[in-house]
């Protein structure tokens, strides 16, 4: 089964930027459509963004549109999601996986928080 782990969180000033990556394990991301979820205090899990499994489409949330960008190496078995000018609303737990209904276990996520 694919396993997910999330990094690249961080303390950022409002206006700064950071790159999350997710790693992903097996044979199959290639074949998948990835998403970007986030989780803010006292708030349900959302989507940020997906792209799918060939990297040609990408959607996203009305609130990140035109700040952060999702990226993806099937290669590397890698999902990017690029973040600019970053608002302290954006400040959330991270996490990577399935973009649509059938999620893989959701891994430990990383946080970013935006702050100054």
């Known amino acids: 089964q694919v396993q997910l782990v999330e990094s690249g969180g961080g303390l950022v000033q409002p206006g700064g930027s950071l790159r999350l990556s997710c790693s992903a394990s097996?044979?199959?991301?290639?074949?998948?459509?990835m998403g970007w979820y986030r989780q803010g205090p006292g708030k349900q899990r959302e989507l940020v963004g997906g792209?799918?499994?060939?990297?040609?489409?990408?959607h996203y949330a009305d609130s990140v549109k035109g700040r952060f960008t999702i990226s993806r190496d099937n290669v590397k078995n890698m999902l990017y999601l690029q973040m600019t000018s970053l608002k302290p609303e954006d400040t959330a737990i991270y996490y990577c996986?399935?973009?649509?209904?059938?999620?893989?276990?959701w891994g430990q996520g990383t946080q970013v928080t935006v702050s100054s």
């Open positions: 792209i799918t499994s060939g990297g040609a489409v990408t």
């Open positions: 996986n399935i973009w649509g209904q059938r999620f893989l276990p």
């Open positions: 097996g044979s199959l991301f290639s074949r998948m459509n």
